[in-house]
């Protein structure tokens, strides 16, 4: 009796994981749907004239707020002519 209740126990504990997997994957398809709000297909929003210019990073360092320790970026440069 003891084992077929420690059973019990078991799969209700397997049926809980189970049901919070669903309910994680509903809300990853209610992320996936979501209409964005930023038009990112293109379309009207390019100019129709060319752009020429310039862009260039100089020594770029970076860390995350919660690892100060740990420089990501450590001095990047980066140019791009057009």
Same mark, same amino acid.
């Given at each position: 009796?003891?084992?077929?209740?420690?059973?019990?126990g078991?799969?209700?504990?397997?049926?809980?994981?189970?049901?919070?997997?669903?309910?994680?994957?509903?809300?990853?398809?209610?992320?996936?749907?979501?209409e964005?709000?930023?038009?990112?297909?293109?379309?009207?929003?390019?100019?129709?004239?060319?752009?020429?210019? /310039?862009l260039? =990073? #100089?020594? &770029?360092?970076f860390r995350?707020?919660t690892?100060?320790? /740990?420089?990501? =970026? #450590?001095? &990047?440069?980066l140019?791009?002519?057009?």
């Amino acid at each position: 009796m003891i084992m077929l209740l420690f059973n019990f126990g078991m799969v209700a504990a397997v049926f809980g994981n189970v049901m919070s997997v669903f309910g994680a994957s509903d809300k990853i398809a209610q992320i996936f749907f979501q209409e964005s709000k930023i038009n990112s297909t293109g379309g009207d929003t390019i100019p129709d004239k060319e752009c020429r210019g /310039v862009l260039e =990073l #100089k020594d &770029v360092h970076f860390r995350y707020p919660t690892k100060d320790d /740990v420089e990501v =970026l #450590k001095g &990047v440069s980066l140019k791009v002519d057009n």
